[in-house]
């Protein structure tokens, strides 16, 4: 199960291109529960990276993501698909000390495949917000998420997550976070 204390948020690529790229009910969902995921990671005091996909031609971040994240937005630009291969982000999650890492981000089959199976390689164990992850076609996504379950990440949801960090009604941050899913 996740633990708020030993989890780190990776969000990748949710970038304005990428987003219009996806049908609109897809686009809907992502940037909503994207968006949620963050204020209740930041809230929560959960340590939250993000990567942009080559950003001169796909854009920044969704707009939503970088208001949460306000000054704490340094999004780790990359070329390469696997978010490992180009930038400092694995030596700033391994100063972190935590085992758990939560993806969620676009596109599926490529750049958050290819990273969740590097970092399942580098010992994290990898939890994959399903709902807040998309490819530009359905058969595209559905095969990742099967290779994904296949090579040992934890396939789960946008509540699944909050309610695991949580853990009961008890915790400081419950009322804000639970606010973000009424």
């Known amino acids: 199960m996740l633990n708020s204390l030993d989890s780190l948020l ?107 199976c590097a970092l399942m390689e580098e010992g994290y164990e990898v939890y994959i917000a399903k709902d807040i992850c998309a490819s530009r076609k359905k058969s595209e996504f559905k095969c990742a998420m099967e290779l994904l379950r296949q090579e040992g990440a934890k396939i789960c949801s946008l509540e699944i997550i909050l309610f695991e960090w949580l853990k009961g009604a008890k915790h400081p941050n419950f009322k804000e976070v639970q606010a973000l899913i009424k």
């Open 10 to 116: 990776l969000v990748i690529d949710i970038q304005e291109k990428l987003t219009n790229m996806l049908e609109e009910d897809v686009r809907a969902q992502i940037v909503e529960k994207s968006q949620k995921l963050v204020a209740a990671a930041k809230t929560m005091g959960i340590d939250i990276a993000v990567t942009e996909q080559y950003p001169k031609g796909l854009g920044q971040t969704i707009q939503g993501i970088k208001d949460i994240l306000g000054e704490n937005y340094r999004p780790y630009e990359k070329t390469a698909f696997n978010a490992l291969y180009e930038s400092d982000i694995l030596s700033k999650m391994k100063s972190h000390n935590k085992r758990q890492v939560v993806i969620c981000g676009i596109e599926s089959h490529i750049c958050v495949l290819q990273t969740a």
